[in-house]
Nanobody, 115 residues
Framework: QVQLVESGGGLVQPGGSLRLSCAAS????????MGWYRQAPEKQRELVAV???????NYADSVKGRFIISRDNAKRTVYLQMNSLKSEDTAVYYC?????????WGQGTQVTVSS
């Protein structure tokens, strides 16, 4: 049973920063593409950032230059450093792990950007 546990969400003022973490209980973590997605109220879930097993990274245009995704294979953890946060970044953020036909999701962590 694969488990993904996100942490680090919370309330932050516009312009502030947060770092999300996702710890994965999965063997061969290094073979998985790890991603962060988010879902705002009444909106579809969208990709925020993804880092594949080789370290290649893609970001949504809306977060380029502000968010940084990274991974620590020894700790089986993926991170999302979020800087210069805006109110439109408010959402539930989900971690995903994908390898071939397998795609796992975490429970999500709430990020609220508000003054």
């Amino acid at each position: 049973q694969v488990q993904l546990v996100e942490s680090g969400g919370g309330l932050v003022q516009p312009g502030g920063s947060l770092r999300l973490s996702c710890a994965a209980s999965v063997s061969a973590f290094y073979l998985y593409a790890m991603g962060w997605y988010r879902q705002a109220p009444e909106k579809q879930r969208e990709l925020v950032a993804v880092i594949d097993s080789g370290g290649s990274i893609n970001y949504a245009d809306s977060v380029k230059g502000r968010f940084i995704i990274s991974r620590d294979n020894a700790k089986r953890t993926v991170y999302l450093q979020m800087n210069s946060l805006k109110s439109e970044d408010t959402a539930v953020y989900y971690c995903s792990a994908k390898r071939g036909f397998y795609n796992y999701w975490g429970q999500g962590t709430q990020v609220t950007v508000s003054s």
